[in-house]
């Protein structure tokens, strides 16, 4: 790509979308990475469409009266969140495998579905001996 499209792409970027920065187990970064490219999805694309769901849970729930509950339990329950939404993934790479006719079920697709699944439980199991 020349300089003149980077720069153009570059000030389209700026005005469209907003950059967040965010620093993350070393370990989590690079299962999350790989369980993307498994899934042919990019990392940015996930965790937007992840953030957009969070916020329409969020904004639906009622306010608490008095916010009584710890950082700690915060931390916990979005920990939890964050399981139940990867179960959901690894039980939708589960089914897609489920899926594969038997004539290639020793086909790359169906091996890296198998992958995907394995490494999405490796996530979950992290995430589960964070809390």
């Known amino acids: 790509m020349s300089s003149a499209a980077n720069r153009a792409k570059t000030k389209w970027n700026a005005e469209h979308y907003k950059q967040i920065k ?3 187990d070393p370990i989590i970064a690079a299962a999350f990475k790989t369980a993307c490219a498994r899934a042919g999805c ?25 916010d ?7 931390r916990h329950k979005a920990v ?4 139940v939404q990867m179960e959901q993934i690894r039980n939708a790479e589960e089914n897609y495998q489920s899926n594969i006719p038997d004539n290639l079920r020793n086909s790359s697709r169906n091996e890296a579905a198998e992958q995907s699944i394995s490494i999405m439980d490796d996530v979950i199991e992290l995430l589960g001996e964070i809390y």
């Open 22 to 24: 965010v620093f993350v």
């Open 42 to 66: 990019s990392m940015a694309g996930e965790l937007s469409r992840l953030m957009a769901e969070y916020s329409a849970a969020v904004k639906e729930r009622k306010p608490a009266a008095v």
């Open 80 to 83: 939890n969140s964050l399981i």
């Open 68 to 74: 009584t509950v710890s950082t700690r339990s915060k």
